[in-house]
């Protein structure tokens, strides 16, 4: 796959072996939860919308999948979803022309010059020719096609890269002190560029070693990523980051307490170590404290926090209290092998097929979308969609998804 970030959703792909070298076992035929209107054509989301973050004009949760306001599938390239909780989630959309935001508001993070959160898409002013969009936990980035990079909402930690810290903006402004830049993307407090040198660029908060620059210290401007060249492909969870290397490899670095950097420890690292087993790597997809990744012959791994069954592993028992296991090396998931596009949330996961959409995971506030807030330990299928659906997205630390 093309590592170019105009493509729609990037494939994340997550590869490894069982750390106990147990297969996992057969898995119950995935069983249709609820079924959406095949003829309708807008963007969908459900979960957590106490902020708007649902974009249907409420400040409710949905606990199925509800219309976007005025946003429609053929018009949306991207979508990228924000925020540390479900208190302050908001969002972007890419579409053909502009980008779209909403949601919480209270840092400028919505980009519209206030600091009102909106409960349905309003346009980002100053962005134009933009070919990829990153929300992170307050603050967004916009890449245009000449590979210049800007940034608007919360700076406590020097996140927008504007050597400032301590203070937020309410509009985009252009980071400075990069070379051409063909991909981004944010956490929840630390921002990453990739360039078309293959070399990749972190700024904002380092406390877990998340900018990778073998230091914990804030850093308010761009600077290296130590050791990394020939990068096709980067992406940000919470406080960890993930490059796809041009050998078809993973690298990660920064907050590792639930094994999120998947070389079978849980220390965290300030420089760029390598994930244990996998190659020909073609896609990967970082969430809040877990990670998923495809591999060349479609097959998809996870690793990391496993509490609410973020990696999918067989379990004779379901049940709500079952302690499971976080895994610090990657995992095969058999039940997600030839899906499309994937996405990581804070706790829950979502694939989608050439069809069809499925979650698992933590559902507390609905963001499952099968009617229910009861946590799924095995993938169930929500949207059966004839319209095809290009691609899906999860609030970075909260609970709210979307298909699109």
């Not at 106490?50 to 409710?60: F, K």
């Not at 890449?143 to 608007?152: D, K």
Request: with cysteine; charged share 15%; hydrophobic share 35%.
């Amino acid at each position: 796959m093309s590592p170019c970030l105009s493509r729609i959703p990037r494939l994340r792909t997550l590869a490894a072996v069982l750390v106990t070298g147990a297969a996992l076992a057969a898995v119950p035929a995935l069983a249709p939860v609820a079924a959406a209107d095949e003829g309708n054509p807008t963007v969908l989301a459900w979960g957590a919308g106490r902020t708007g973050q649902l974009g249907n004009g409420t400040m409710t949760d949905s606990l199925s999948p509800a219309s976007v306001t005025s946003l429609f599938r053929g018009d949306v390239d991207q979508i990228s979803a924000g925020g540390a909780s479900s208190s302050d989630s908001f969002v972007l959309a890419r579409t053909h022309k502009t980008v779209k935001s909403w949601g919480n508001n209270s840092f400028g993070q919505l980009g519209n010059g206030g600091s009102t959160s909106q409960a349905v898409p309003t346009t980002v002013p100053r962005l134009t020719d933009i070919k990829d969009i990153a929300a992170g936990g307050g603050h967004g980035l916009a890449l245009n096609t000449s590979g210049q990079v800007f940034s608007w909402g919360d700076n406590s930690y020097g996140q927008l890269g504007n050597n400032r810290t301590g203070d937020y903006r309410t509009v985009p402004d252009r980071v400075q002190g990069m070379p051409k830049v063909k991909q981004i993307s944010a956490g929840c407090d630390f921002s990453l560029a990739l360039l078309e040198s293959g070399r990749v660029y972190a700024w904002g908060r380092g406390v877990y070693g998340q900018l990778g620059n073998g230091s914990r210290a804030v850093s308010s401007v761009p600077r290296q990523v130590e050791g990394l060249d020939n990068i096709t492909e980067i992406d940000a969870g919470c406080h960890h980051a993930l490059a796809l290397t041009a050998e078809n490899k993973v690298k990660s670095w920064g907050y590792n307490l639930y094994g999120q950097l998947g070389n079978s420890s849980t220390k965290s690292a300030v420089l760029p170590v390598d994930v244990d087993w996998l190659e020909d790597v073609s896609d990967i997809e970082a969430g809040a404290n877990h990670n998923y990744v495809i591999t060349s012959d479609s097959k998809v791994w996870g690793w990391g926090n496993n509490q609410y069954g973020q990696l999918l592993e067989s379990d004779e028992a379901y049940d709500y209290n079952v302690s499971r296991t976080n895994r610090t090396a990657p995992v095969e998931i058999p039940r997600l092998e030839g899906i499309q596009h994937i996405a990581a949330g804070a706790r829950h996961g979502v694939a989608v097929t050439a069809d069809d959409v499925f979650t698992w995971g933590h559902n507390g506030e609905g963001q499952l979308g099968n009617g229910t807030t009861v946590s799924r330990y095995e993938s169930v299928k929500i949207l059966n969609e004839g319209s095809a659906i290009k691609g899906v997205a999860a609030s970075l630390g909260g609970n709210t998804t979307y298909a699109y």
